[in-house]
């Protein structure tokens, strides 16, 4: 087996070393602001109180937190986004367990691989050591590779700790998924961020203390914030601002990270986003809401959300006219031209002008009078077509163009409104075993 795919951690000392608890001193090559690795993995926790964040599941007393503690870990899956900390629980887990610990990524690894870890669990389980499987990015495994798991795990042969950055529900098989425990990582808050900033700027066997940057007011704030929960992206964008402070300071000068030398290194914002993934629907979701609750500014913020973070625009706009229709209705019948009009608008200007048409609907959507009358009629409607028989046509509905279809009955009865100047409430025009239904109700 690959060393290089399964780096194992047979000892709490070995997993301190993997975490970042060797200590080579400032000069060595995994440590110090001279080390080959990034900041962001020089700085990892080696302790559950180093960890940032996440104090719904680690501070004393919690559930994983004791797990973790009484060596007591079972199969679970680490869901949140990047950043977060996944990586660095497992890795804990490796520090404080005395069982046989195996590290995967789901991007490199396949079938082939799981079946070695399982052979190599069974000789260590002969040797009285349990075996634990780290598979970073488990939702990356298709559903073969997953199912491949499934009776090793189920057997106890191993457990599994899976870390992913998308929603379980959707991307981790359910059998896999019912026999093991999901625990939630959240972003983290902007003063644990500024906590790890301040960590990192004093330590001086794995941080930057040894470069003892002058600091403008403000930077660290402003880091923080650009890192949008992300201790990882927060670290690096330390270090990347760092060096060129260093590297703009004249011979013998303290270097000094102003806002200025932040800008260059920050660059761009990259907003968590995914086109494909749970944020794509959430986001979708909260823009629809919001402007079903006539809220306009909301409504603005999550389009600017979506736009910014490169979502297809005419996806949006095929949104709208949707909720011009489910959501307006009738209550404003020109909705759904406005809507119309403004896909056509975009596609004939495109970015970025076209911002602002979307923009426009929204407002106009979240502004318009709503009504769901029509989204609830059809859906009685479509109830009754999925769930009954195919009823008849009523005779007196049907036409007649044949002499033959006369004599059988065809329009017999049928009783023409426009000659009668108004609707012929009497006259049936459902199946007859459906002719008491009431589906449009007004608003």
Same mark, same amino acid.
């Given at each position: 087996m690959s060393d290089s795919l399964f780096p194992e951690m047979d000892s709490p000392q070995d997993a301190a070393a993997a975490s970042g608890g060797g200590s080579k001193g400032p000069a060595g090559a995994a440590s110090g602001p001279k080390g080959s690795s990034p900041l962001a993995d020089r700085m990892r926790p080696r302790s559950l109180e180093?960890?940032?964040?996440?104090?719904? +599941? +680690?501070?004393?007393? #919690?559930?994983?937190?004791?797990? !973790?503690?009484? /060596?007591?870990? @079972?199969?679970? $899956? +680490?869901w949140g986004p990047p950043g977060v900390g996944k990586t660095t629980l497992a890795r804990l887990v490796a520090r404080h367990s005395r069982s046989h610990f195996v590290s995967l990524s =789901?991007?490199?690894?396949?079938? #082939?691989? $799981?079946?070695?870890?399982?052979?190599? @669990?069974?000789?260590?389980?002969?040797a009285g050591r349990p075996t634990v499987l780290f598979?970073?990015?488990l939702h990356r495994f298709n559903k073969a590779q997953q199912d491949a798991l499934l009776p090793h795990v189920e057997s106890g042969a191993l457990t599994l700790i899976g870390a992913t950055t998308e929603n379980p529900s959707?991307?981790? !098989?359910?059998?896999?998924? @019912?026999?093991?425990?999901?625990?939630?990582?959240?972003? +983290?808050?902007?003063?644990? $961020?500024?906590?790890?900033?301040?960590?990192?700027?004093? *330590?001086?066997?794995?941080?930057l203390g040894d470069w003892e940057l002058d600091l403008e007011d403000g930077v660290l704030e402003r880091i923080a914030a650009f890192a949008d929960g992300d201790a990882r992206q927060a670290l690096n964008s330390l270090e990347v601002a760092s060096r060129l402070a260093r590297a703009s300071a004249s011979e013998g000068q303290t270097a000094r990270l102003t806002a200025k030398v932040l800008s260059? =290194?920050?660059? @761009? %914002?990259?907003?968590r986003y995914d086109k494909a993934g749970e944020e794509h629907y959430n986001i979708i979701s909260a823009l629809h809401k919001s402007m079903r609750n006539s809220d306009i500014g909301a409504s603005l913020y999550w389009l600017s959300r979506m736009l910014e973070a490169g979502e297809d625009p005419r996806?949006?706009?095929? %949104?709208?006219?949707?909720?011009?229709?489910? &959501?307006?209705?009738? =209550? /404003?019948? &020109?909705?759904?031209g406005r809507a119309? *009009?403004?896909?056509?608008?975009? *596609?004939?200007?495109?970015?970025?002008?076209? #911002?602002?048409?979307l923009a426009q609907t929204a407002v106009y959507l979240a502004r318009a009078p709503k009504s769901n009358a029509v989204y609830k009629a059809y859906g009685k409607v479509e109830k009754d077509v999925r769930q009954t028989r195919s009823e008849p046509v009523p005779l007196h509905l049907r036409n007649a163009p044949t002499k033959l279809m006369k004599d059988l009955g065809y329009g017999k009865g049928?009783?023409? =409104?426009?000659?009668?100047? %108004?609707?012929?409430?009497?006259?049936?025009?459902?199946? *007859?075993?459906?002719?008491? %239904?009431?589906?449009?109700?007004? /608003?």
């Open positions: 180093e960890v940032a964040g996440q104090q719904h +599941l +680690l501070e004393e007393g #919690k559930v994983l937190r004791r797990l !973790i503690e009484e /060596d007591q870990v @079972s199969s679970m $899956i +680490l =789901a991007v490199l690894s396949g079938v #082939k691989d $799981i079946k070695q870890v399982v052979e190599q @669990s069974r000789r260590m389980a002969a598979i970073d990015e959707f991307e981790v !098989i359910a059998p896999l998924l @019912s026999r093991s425990r999901v625990f939630v990582l959240h972003p +983290l808050e902007e003063e644990d $961020i500024l906590s790890l900033l301040r960590r990192a700027l004093e *330590d001086r066997e794995r941080g260059e =290194a920050l660059q @761009s %914002r990259h907003l996806y949006i706009l095929r %949104r709208m006219i949707r909720f011009a229709s489910e &959501d307006v209705g009738l =209550a /404003d019948p &020109d909705a759904l119309v *009009d403004a896909l056509r608008a975009y *596609d004939f200007v495109g970015l970025p002008e076209g #911002k602002l048409f049928y009783r023409y =409104a426009h000659d009668e100047g %108004r609707p012929v409430e009497e006259m049936n025009c459902l199946p *007859d075993k459906l002719k008491d %239904r009431r589906y449009w109700e007004e /608003d």
